[in-house]
């Protein structure tokens, strides 16, 4: 019987983990969308959330390969952390009253605020998960995935490729104005 | 800015590789990237994040 639950749950943690690595992918790219289709330019605090974004969907990814485990779970709340603290400093660099904010906002709220909200829904989740799979041990075992899951990860990789060559294109290899307003290697 | 060195697409590419290695099946290597990647993140905040707030805490 016990054994039975633990296997319901484990279905349902395989699928929360895909579900939240599909959820990293959506931020990705609509980041991707929203640099290249309105020609707004990330600052380096917004790279570095990425960088945070990209940090927790490795976690998720690691728990999709080789099954969740506390040690994943840890790797993403200390990504969430991290994503936060970036995201956060910018909050208080533009809170001020007469501060218009960087970039255009998004359903009201500016993106570095989005992902804050992010951030502290992706510590929340994985507080739940940890209790859905507190049976869980520390034993990582590479999984075949199926074709959905797959794609998820690949999508993932890709996402990951894309911010790389964009983040080339628009810094080369040093450090980015602190507010861009051209790429370095792509005249547009 | 304080002068240093840094290449922001860097932990891009850390985390690429990570990536690439958790796919091929190598969990160590791949975990071992991630904590590369997030030094560079913990690198690259600190090099940002120099000027004072307009605030008080």
Redesign the interface.
């Known amino acids: 019987m016990a054994g039975d639950i633990f296997s319901g749950s484990r279905r349902f943690s395989d699928g929360m983990n895909a579900l939240g690595l599909a959820a990293v992918c959506g931020v990705l790219l609509m980041a991707f969308i929203w640099q290249v289709a309105f020609d707004e330019l990330p600052c380096p605090l917004c790279l570095l959330q990425r960088v945070g974004f990209v940090l927790v969907g490795i976690g998720l990814l690691l728990n999709v390969r080789f099954g969740p485990s506390p040690l994943h779970y840890a790797l993403i709340l200390f990504s969430a952390l991290a994503g936060a603290f970036a995201a956060g400093r910018q909050m208080l660099l533009h809170i001020g009253p007469a501060d218009p904010g960087y970039g255009s906002p998004f359903l009201g709220l500016h993106f570095y605020t989005w992902a804050f909200v992010l951030f502290v829904l992706a510590m929340a989740w994985t507080a739940a998960m940890l209790v859905i799979d507190r049976a869980c041990a520390d034993a990582p075992r590479v999984r075949r995935n199926g074709p959905l899951v797959r794609a998820i990860i690949w999508l993932f990789f890709a996402l990951v490729a894309a911010n790389l060559v964009l983040t080339l294109l628009e810094c080369g290899f040093g450090e980015c104005a602190d507010d861009p307003v051209s790429y370095l290697w792509w005249p547009r | 800015?304080t002068g240093r060195?840094?290449?922001?697409?860097l932990?891009?590419?850390t985390?690429?590789l990570?990536?690439?290695f958790?796919?091929s099946?190598r969990?160590g290597a791949?975990?071992g990237l991630?904590v590369v990647?997030?030094l560079v993140?913990?690198a690259?905040?600190q090099?940002?994040?120099t000027?004072v707030?307009?605030?008080s805490l």
Do not use: D, E, Q, S
């Open positions: 800015m060195p840094m290449i922001m697409m932990p891009f590419l985390a690429l990570a990536i690439g958790a796919i099946g969990r791949c975990i991630w990647t997030l993140f913990a690259w905040c090099y940002h994040m000027g707030l307009p605030i």
